[in-house]
T-cell receptor, first 113, second 114 residues
């Protein structure tokens, strides 16, 4: 039972354009959401997070949007750069469940110069 | 500050053997979590340790176990290895816990079971 899903396994975008990554979840208890980025042969690195009391969080080129009623979050990268080419994972946790992180399957992003 | 280190980086074992993986967290971090990454399943949570106690556990069989030492270093053990255990095993550390503060991942241990 996949509680966090990233339905697009891959995404290709031109440098300078917007990358939009989507993530859906089923557990309404989730109250904290994160995005991680992973390069080959490295561990994931934290990108940005959002708590369920907000609907948007911005950090430089990265913005995360949360739609609680739709149980959907998205990550926008503007403008996309070749160095953004990586696998992106969304993750969610519920305080009531002891802060365990549940990850989506990942979306591979390729930014073409 | 040194990052999260994992040893060994690569490991080849045969079915039925057992394996121990090691993780040294960032200095001062007390929470260590372990994840299994496979191509089909993404990152799956194994367990989390905090102050030498297992605080959280994922849905893995009892063949997967772990422990944490007083210096916060952690080990995970997999007994009676199966082909399906071939994966990248990642550990991550944080000050207090995976969703209360930023979690930092190590580079992983690539385990191949033949």
């Amino acid at each position: 039972d996949q509680q966090v899903k990233q339905n697009s396994p891959s995404l290709s975008v031109q440098e300078g354009r917007i990358s939009i990554l989507n993530c859906d979840y089923t557990n309404s208890m989730f109250d904290y959401f994160l995005w991680y980025k992973k390069y080959p042969a490295e561990g994931p690195t934290f990108l940005i997070s959002i708590s369920s009391i907000k609907d948007k969080n911005e950090d430089g080129r990265f913005t995360v949007f949360l739609n609680k009623s739709a149980k959907h979050l998205s990550l926008h990268i503007v403008p996309s750069q070749p160095g953004d080419s990586a696998v992106y994972f969304c993750a969610a946790s519920a305080q009531a469940a002891g802060n365990k992180l549940t990850f989506g399957g990942g979306t591979r992003v390729l930014v073409k110069p | 500050k040194a990052g999260v280190t994992q040893t060994p980086r690569y490991l080849i074992k045969t079915r039925g053997q057992q394996v121990t993986l090691s993780c040294s967290p960032i200095s001062g971090h007390r929470s260590v979590s372990w994840y299994q990454q496979t191509p089909g399943q993404g990152l799956q949570f194994l367990f989390e340790y905090f102050s030498e106690t297992q605080r959280n556990k994922g849905n893995f069989p009892g063949r997967f176990s772990g422990r944490q030492f007083s210096n916060s270093r952690s080990e995970m053990n997999v007994s009676t290895l199966e082909l399906g255990d071939s994966a990248l095993y990642l550990c991550a550390s944080s000050l207090w816990g995976p969703s209360t503060d930023t979690q930092y991942f190590g580079p992983g241990t690539r385990l191949t079971v033949l």
